[in-house]
């Protein structure tokens, strides 16, 4: 009887350390993936990160912030921003998913997808105007040639003359590596989501 009694203590006591350590486990989850950290901060009951999938039928998504996958539920209330209907979101976007979290588990209030970057079109150089100003090279051409990827995507190739200045890092090299002459012509690289 007693061996009995033992044995139930010893289960529950296994069963509540599963339960709370799982319980921290997730409240230690990364809710924002590196690449979003750039430009936001971490927030309680929003995760960032890139889309991995949609179940329609399951009515759930899949956001990856770094090598963890969430998957939130969603309803038919889910409020889109950046999309007209949840399906036409392609895989690999970016994403905010606001959620509330019911039973622990999250269930999407909103999401809202990263809209494309713009830019002027006379801000833009053309790949005829750059052949010709890395031809000239960057004193005769009166330019700066910056290259916003990550340092080690810089190491494995670059433009030539483009100096490193990962985006992540603009503001702690601005003042070294941005010229003092206002009127010098500054061109920014990436290879889009890096």
């Given at each position: 009887?007693?061996?009995?009694?033992?044995?139930k203590?010893?289960?529950?006591?296994?069963?509540?350390?599963?339960?709370?350590?799982?319980?921290?486990?997730?409240?230690?989850?990364?809710?924002?993936?590196?690449?979003?950290?750039?430009?936001?901060?971490?927030?309680?009951?929003?995760i960032?990160?890139?889309?991995?999938?949609?179940?329609?039928?399951?009515?759930?998504?899949?956001?990856?912030?770094?090598?963890l996958?969430?998957?939130?539920?969603?309803?038919d209330?889910?409020?889109?921003?950046?999309?007209?209907?949840?399906?036409?979101i392609?895989?690999?976007?970016?994403?905010?998913?606001?959620?509330?979290?019911?039973?622990?588990?999250?269930?999407?209030?909103s999401?809202?997808?990263?809209?494309?970057?713009?830019?002027?079109?006379?801000?833009?150089?053309?790949?005829?105007?750059?052949?010709?100003?890395?031809?000239?090279?960057?004193?005769?051409?009166?330019?700066?040639?910056?290259?916003?990827?990550?340092?080690?995507?810089?190491?494995?190739?670059?433009l030539?003359?483009?100096?490193?200045?990962?985006?992540?890092?603009?503001?702690?090299?601005?003042?070294?590596?941005?010229?003092?002459?206002?009127?010098?012509?500054?061109?920014?690289?990436?290879?889009?989501?890096?």
């Amino acid at each position: 009887m007693k061996k009995s009694k033992t044995l139930k203590l010893v289960i529950m006591a296994a069963l509540a350390i599963l339960i709370t350590g799982q319980t921290a486990f997730s409240a230690e989850k990364p809710t924002i993936a590196p690449q979003c950290k750039q430009c936001h901060q971490p927030a309680k009951d929003v995760i960032r990160g890139t889309l991995v999938g949609i179940s329609e039928n399951f009515k759930t998504v899949q956001v990856a912030t770094g090598k963890l996958v969430w998957v939130i539920n969603y309803s038919d209330d889910l409020k889109l921003s950046g999309a007209e209907k949840i399906s036409g979101i392609p895989k690999e976007k970016e994403v905010a998913v606001a959620f509330v979290e019911k039973d622990k588990v999250p269930y999407a209030v909103s999401l809202s997808v990263k809209p494309p970057a713009t830019v002027p079109p006379e801000k833009i150089v053309s790949t005829d105007e750059l052949l010709k100003l890395i031809a000239s090279g960057p004193e005769k051409g009166g330019y700066v040639l910056l290259d916003s990827r990550p340092a080690p995507r810089y190491m494995e190739g670059h433009l030539p003359q483009a100096v490193s200045m990962p985006f992540d890092k603009f503001d702690s090299l601005k003042d070294t590596l941005l010229p003092a002459d206002k009127e010098k012509l500054l061109i920014f690289y990436c290879g889009g989501v890096t």
